[in-house]
């Protein structure tokens, strides 16, 4: 149905009580990356959080291919856009016990992907900044289990733009580890060793597991580790991992500089694989945002 014509009601329980779970896909020319991990992620969420859905993940798949399949053609050729999953618990009822909801809430849709805020880090780096909060402990809910539930990450975002406009976060856990960005993982290089952190207390990211792939075809090693922030001010290289931009370098963390300051090395040649997995320049693609906008 067109965007004007989708609607939820004001009780449904992703309004009521922020309960949604998420999941978002960008297309590569057009083809969706990774949208059955992408699915069976989201289905993973559903039965920990003990959703009951009335369809399996082959329809699931076919319904969200048949969205996307009816939004490509407002695209253009050189244009991709996300593939978004919202699923709610449905309608919930004010009273003494929240889990009493109603039918499951599917929302699916497709949006532009618009890179142009992150497509000068490509080259630059960006300023990574740590936040005053804290992620949600693992004990409360566990980051394998992506939700919409965003007020914690918004907090922590608000908190480094005050440092820097364009700062991107670094979230740390209650004990001072790294955990993870308000939408993405954290890696660093030291003496050329990949490193990032466990996914005790972040997001399994499939741009992150992408990577670490992507790392062992070209023979760098790799580690998931505690990381605290004194490793990050001390690597060699750093970067983020995220579904939009895949990879964007940080040459900055906390006013001090990453390595020599520059993008390294082991980030290009990361980038370069990534662009030829996926069949297209990232970084091109970015900058060709930022110059028709001019």
């Not at 900044?129 to 980051?143: E, F, K, L, N």
């Not at 740390?172 to 990949?194: C, H, M, R």
């Not at 741009?207 to 090693?221: H, N, P, V």
């Amino acid at each position: 149905m067109p965007e004007s014509e989708a609607k939820i009601s004001i009780f449904d329980s992703a309004v009521m009580l922020g309960d949604s779970l998420t999941e978002s896909t960008r297309t590569f020319a057009h083809k969706p990356f990774k949208l059955e991990e992408h699915i069976e992620r989201l289905y993973k969420s559903l039965k920990v959080t003990r959703s009951n859905l009335a369809f399996g993940k082959d329809e699931m798949l076919r319904i969200s291919l048949e969205v996307l399949g009816a939004n490509l053609p407002t695209y253009g050729s050189n244009q991709d856009c996300w593939l978004v999953h919202n699923i709610s618990s449905g309608l919930s009822v004010a009273g003494a016990d929240p889990t009493l909801k109603g039918k499951p809430t599917v929302m699916i849709f497709t949006q532009p992907m618009d890179l142009r805020s992150w497509a000068s880090f490509y080259a630059n780096g960006c300023h990574a900044v740590t936040s005053m909060s804290r992620v949600i402990p693992a004990q409360s809910i566990d980051a394998r289990i992506k939700n919409r539930s965003r007020m914690a990450y918004t907090l922590a975002e608000t908190e480094v733009k005050l440092v820097d406009p364009l700062a991107q976060g670094v979230i740390l856990d209650i004990y001072g580890n790294v955990a993870e960005n308000k939408g993405g993982n954290i890696f660093i290089v030291v003496d050329g060793v990949l490193k990032t952190p466990t996914t005790d207390n972040c997001l399994a990211g499939i741009t992150r597991e992408t990577t670490l792939q992507l790392a062992s075809k070209l023979g760098i090693k790799s580690q998931e580790t505690t990381l605290q922030p004194y490793d990050l001010a001390t690597s060699d290289e750093m970067f983020f991992t995220s579904t939009p931009y895949c990879i964007m370098p940080a040459t900055r963390f906390n006013g001090i500089s990453v390595g020599s300051g520059s993008v390294g090395p082991i980030t290009k040649k990361l980038l370069k694989a990534w662009n030829e997995l996926v069949g297209i320049d990232i970084i091109q693609q970015a900058q060709d945002q930022l110059s028709s906008n001019a």
